[in-house]
């Protein structure tokens, strides 16, 4: 009896550890379904686009890269380069502010900090939905509606980003190496930016990653602020061309195209920072 139970064992686990392999295949196919249809429709012309099979590719791409880029004196890039402005410039703001708040909260003791704290949690959980028009009319009597600044200030601070700081910062940051700085002379601006931000880079990144995302595909904060399309993102520009697209069908490829360009910067900057986060992790575990 005690050889079957050992040998039944193994053969019950791989059985099992099929069923989660399975389960994100699954979800993989889910995600990557989409992306996929876009990358296929947008080689396609405007008589392919609603005629072909639907991941049979096409002979237009070119096509319709030129007259996106053509569409309104190039103004798509425009909107690229918009989002590019919000995005780079609200998530690297972002991360500082997360820096300089986490790591306040998780690394000195004073009245109030956890009533700071729980504020700090009470804003997670605010949808940001709930926010656009309130802060729509606190910029618009500022007189900054319509403008870059009504993107970019509502962008500076992320609950999101100022919690992850501080677990990270009271994680990663020892107390002893604080106090050794301090003994040594060291000012606490110096400890903060010579010490502890090194040490917090992998955490501030993932910051920055998250905001530059959440910032680039945002549609609903741009929607209530901008009413100049020059100053449109791009999220916003492609909705107003899938608007236009019901009178003038010809601009579904251009919307589609344009669709297939905005995912690119993101891939990329993943890409990028993924390989400097892995570092980053790498060196502190040696330096650990």
């Not at 059985?15 to 396609?44: D, F, N, Q, S």
């Not at 096509?63 to 309104?72: E, K, M, V």
């Not at 425009?78 to 991360?95: K, T």
């Not at 501080?166 to 050794?180: D, G, K, N």
């Amino acid at each position: 009896m005690t050889p079957l139970t050992l040998t039944a064992g193994p053969k019950s686990g791989r059985r099992t550890a099929w069923v989660p392999t399975i389960v994100l295949l699954l979800g993989a196919l889910y995600c990557l379904i989409p992306i996929a249809w876009v990358v296929v429709a947008a080689t396609k012309d405007r008589s392919e686009l609603f005629s072909t099979f639907t991941f049979a590719p096409g002979t237009g791409f070119f096509q319709n890269l030129s007259d996106l880029t053509a569409y309104r004196d190039g103004i798509f890039w425009r909107w690229m380069a918009n989002s590019a402005f919000y995005a780079g410039l609200g998530a690297l703001l972002s991360a500082a502010v997360s820096a300089a708040g986490g790591y306040a909260l998780g690394r000195y003791s004073f009245r109030g900090r956890e009533a700071v704290f729980k504020m700090i949690l009470a804003g997670v959980l605010v949808p940001s939905i709930v926010l656009a028009v309130p802060q729509y009319l606190l910029l618009s009597k500022l007189g900054m509606a319509d403008s870059y600044w009504s993107m970019l200030l509502p962008s500076v601070l992320s609950p999101y980003g100022v919690y992850l700081v501080r677990i990270y910062a009271a994680a990663s940051v020892p107390a002893e190496l604080m106090e050794a700085a301090r003994m040594d002379g060291a000012s606490e601006w110096r400890i903060f930016s010579r010490i502890a931000v090194p040490m917090m880079m992998p955490g501030l990144i993932t910051v920055f990653l998250f905001q530059f995302v959440g910032i680039w595909n945002n549609f609903l904060l741009p929607f209530v602020m901008l009413a100049d399309d020059e100053k449109f993102p791009i999220t916003l520009g492609l909705y107003t061309l899938l608007a236009q697209g019901a009178s003038q069908p010809a601009l579904y490829t251009l919307v589609i195209t344009g669709c297939l360009l905005a995912i690119l910067p993101l891939i990329g900057l993943f890409l990028v920072i993924q390989r400097f986060w892995s570092l980053d992790l790498m060196s502190g575990s040696v330096k650990a």
